[in-house]
T-cell receptor, first 112, second 113 residues
């Protein structure tokens, strides 16, 4: 079963706008990661945030983590058509677990 | 291209047949993971290896599924007596000894008719 839930399940915006996706999870974690998946392809790692961090930036990506609410958000600024993809959050599940547990993903469409 | 390769990329088979998939991880990575992904869902963990040892298997992995990683290099995932419910994308990922960034292959899409 999936650990997390992403919200919204689908998001459609105009090129140049910002896109925000949210992820909630259920157990204590060591870190939370975000991955991107283009249609029919493998996943590509975007960013990792550790449980003792609250915010992290990488280029046009900004990730926040609120461990008290067991939630994270991914913000993509100045979106581009190439950002069209599915985005997944993944956690290391229960502390000590040696596997990633993925959410159901947010399908992002950037309209030119 | 992440450096992880999977073969074949697509497999169509009839119900009841056996299929085998291969994953070649990044050479210096000691951990190799298999995931299954159905349409509209996130990947679900199946099993993982550290070097040649299979250390954990999901309850999703029925007796019809078996995975190996001889010599701690490439890995194979075999499904015996395939069922229509096995239709999915099978993803392989590798990493070096931690649960930080995982490098995913392009996946093998299985269709069971």
């Amino acid at each position: 079963s999936q650990q997390g839930e992403e919200d919204p399940q689908a998001l459609s915006i105009q090129e140049g706008e910002n896109a925000t996706m949210n992820c909630s999870y259920k157990t204590s974690i060591n870190n939370l990661q975000w991955y991107r998946q283009n249609s029919g392809r493998g996943l590509v790692h975007l960013i990792l945030i550790r449980s003792n961090e609250r915010e992290k930036h990488s280029g046009r990506l900004r990730v926040t983590l609120d461990t008290s609410k067991k939630s994270s958000s991914l913000l993509i600024t100045a979106s581009r058509a190439a950002d069209t993809a599915s985005y997944f959050c993944a956690t290391d599940g229960d502390q000590g677990a040696q596997k990633l547990v993925f959410g159901q993903g947010t399908r992002l469409t950037i309209n030119p | 291209d992440t450096g992880v390769s999977q073969d074949p990329r697509h497999k169509i088979t009839k119900r009841g047949q056996n299929v085998t998939f291969r994953c070649d991880p990044i050479s210096e990575h000691n951990r190799l993971y298999w995931y299954r992904q159905t349409l509209g869902q996130g990947p679900e963990f199946l099993t993982y290896f550290q070097n040649e040892a299979q250390l954990e298997k999901s309850r999703l992995l029925s007796d019809r599924f078996s995975a190996e990683r001889p010599k701690g290099s490439f890995s194979t995932l075999e499904i015996q007596r395939t069922e229509q419910g096995d239709s999915a994308m099978y993803l392989c990922a590798s990493t070096w000894g931690s649960l930080d960034e995982q490098f995913f292959g392009p996946g093998t899409r299985l269709t069971v008719l």
